[in-house]
């Protein structure tokens, strides 16, 4: 069982560049997150998905597209990177309430540095 | 919106003593969930305890404990027989009850040394 999966870990990217980031969770999670974490600011929720072709914006969704075609995946694209967008990403899921255990599973996280 | 904030930047403390990490929100609803995570320097994000608002018991998992003032809206995490290995930054969490879409809002972090 290996709960969420990032894909890569770590990335350099040139200024302008695009990338795609990769969530893989095998828990049947109807929940998805991204957050980003920067130093001094703590986690803050990029974008999220509630179910399988559904996605909405969290507190910072600008420079960032997703997309949720799979229940199991959830993307998180970059399409034209700047150096505000290094940091660290992590995506999480979680079941829907009432299923029991509501805790949240993270991801090891991205390292994103866009130089 | 809600916020959770963590007015500790950064706390030491001595190994093998206690010590207390505060956290303070706001929300307008009775329904909720709050959260403690850690992370240590892997990066990885381990939940250290997790408190449901309609339960007046303070939750327990071990060394830790929290004290939860709900009408206060302030919920502290105390770490007793500190370890070297409970050196990381800390999140206090905040998510709403059901009908949500159940995102996690976080604290800044407080980073907790131990010193030996």
């Known amino acids: 069982n290996a709960g969420v999966t990032q894909t890569p870990k770590f990335r350099v990217l040139k200024t302008g560049q695009s990338m795609t980031l990769l969530c893989a969770q095998d828990m049947n999670h109807e929940y998805m997150y991204w957050y980003r974490q920067d130093p001094g600011m703590g986690l803050r929720l990029i974008h999220y998905?509630?179910?399988?072709?559904?996605?909405a914006k969290g507190e910072v969704p600008d420079g960032y597209n997703v997309s949720r075609l799979k229940k199991q995946n959830f993307l998180l694209g970059l399409e034209s990177a700047a150096p505000s967008q290094t940091s660290v990403y992590f995506c999480?899921?979680?079941?829907?309430?009432?299923?029991?255990?509501?805790?949240?599973?993270f991801g090891s996280g991205t390292r994103l540095t866009v130089v | 919106a809600q916020t959770v904030t963590q007015s500790q930047p950064e706390m030491s403390v001595q190994e093998a003593e206690t010590v207390t990490l505060s956290c303070t929100y706001d929300t307008s609803e009775s329904d909720y969930y709050l959260f403690w995570y850690k992370q240590p320097p892997s990066r990885q994000m381990i939940l250290v305890i997790r408190q449901e608002a309609y339960k007046q018991q303070n939750a327990t998992e071990n060394r830790f404990s929290v004290n939860f003032q709900k009408a206060a809206k302030s919920f502290s995490l105390k770490i007793s027989d500190s370890q070297l290995g409970d050196a990381a930054m800390y999140f206090c969490?905040?998510?709403?009850?059901?009908?949500?879409?159940?995102?996690?809002?976080f604290g800044k972090g407080t980073k907790l040394t131990v010193n030996p």
């Open positions: 969490a905040y998510r709403r009850g059901q009908g949500g879409s159940e995102k996690l809002v």
């Open positions: 998905s509630v179910g399988e072709g559904t996605t």
């Open positions: 999480a899921s979680t079941l829907l309430p009432g299923q029991g255990n509501y805790g949240y599973t």
